[in-house]
C-alpha cells in the first residue's frame, strides 16, 4: 500500500522491488525523488518531539505508557497524491487512527483542523501546535 511504501522511506527502510510490483523503478524513484528524505526525516523528529510522541486526535501517549515512540507522522495529503513533507502538510496520529484515516480515506479539513469520515464521524486535532486553519 502507498502508505506503508511512504512511511518506509520516511523512517529509512529498504523497499525491495518484489514488494512493489512491476512498476517498482518507477514507483520507487517517484518515492524517493518526491519525499526529500532527509528533510522529511528532520520533519519526522521535529513533529514527534513537538507533540511529545503523542497523537494530535485522541492524545494517546505511548511514552508514558509503553517508554517508547509509537504514533506515525502521517502525510495529510498523501505523498501520492502530489503532497509534500512540510510541517503542514504532516500530523501525528495513533496506529488505530492512522490505520482510519487510510482504510476510510477520511478527508482533512483545515478550516476546523479535523478529519472527515465517510460515515459522518468527524475526528479533530485534540492537541495542535504547528498547524493553522484557513
Known sequence: PEDELEARVVYGSEIKADEIGPDAPARTRYLYDTLGTPRSRRNVKQLVEMYDGKCQICGYDPRRR?????????????????????????????????????????????????YRFTNGLVEPLTINRHLVAI
Open 66 to 114: 509503553y517508554d517508547g515512540d509509537v504514533c506515525h507522522v502521517h502525510h495529510i495529503i498523501w505523498i501520492s497524491r502530489g503532497g509534500e513533507s512540510q510541517l503542514n502538510n504532516l500530523c501525528l496520529v495513533c496506529p488505530s487512527h492512522h490505520a482510519a484515516i487510510h482504510m476510510d480515506d477520511a478527508v482533512f479539513d483545515y478550516s476546523g483542523l479535523e
